[in-house]
């Protein structure tokens, strides 16, 4: 089952992660984000462009926002998530992130 979440930046709604039924991960601008007077992009890997972004893997800049260390340790069991479904922690705890980005489940 496909899985995605909401993405933004500087609390501006800026596209959708998704990792597809074959594991494969997509992530795609919004329009209307696009549309804006100076967008900022995502990360300086995901520039800003119309077409989407394509990977086998879950995009680095994406992955890097997963909390290490004792924080991770501390979500996995709380939230009883698995460490090696990284959508599934991007998801789960990436919500209110350092920094400019957060990403939130499509359903909220």
């Given at each position: 089952?496909?899985?995605?979440?909401?993405?933004?930046?500087?609390?501006?709604?800026?596209?959708?992660?998704?990792?597809?039924?074959d594991?494969?991960?997509?992530?795609?601008?919004?329009?209307?984000?696009?549309?804006?007077?100076?967008?900022?992009?995502?990360?300086?890997?995901?520039?800003?462009?119309?077409?989407?972004?394509?990977?086998?893997?879950?995009?680095?800049?994406?992955?890097?926002?997963?909390?290490?260390?004792?924080?991770?340790?501390?979500?996995?069991?709380?939230?009883?998530?698995?460490?090696?479904?990284?959508?599934?922690?991007?998801?789960?705890?990436?919500?209110?992130?350092?920094?400019?980005?957060?990403?939130?489940?499509y359903?909220?």
């Open positions: 089952m496909a899985r995605k979440g909401k993405v933004f930046v500087f609390e501006y709604y800026a596209g959708i992660i998704e990792e597809t039924d594991g494969h991960f997509i992530f795609e601008y919004d329009e209307s984000y696009l549309n804006l007077k100076k967008p900022f992009p995502v990360s300086l890997t995901l520039p800003i462009r119309k077409e989407k972004y394509e990977s086998k893997y879950l995009f680095p800049f994406f992955d890097g926002l997963i909390p290490e260390g004792w924080l991770l340790s501390l979500s996995i069991k709380n939230w009883k998530l698995n460490e090696k479904d990284r959508m599934g922690l991007l998801l789960s705890v990436c919500e209110d992130c350092i920094g400019s980005v957060k990403v939130i489940p359903e909220k």
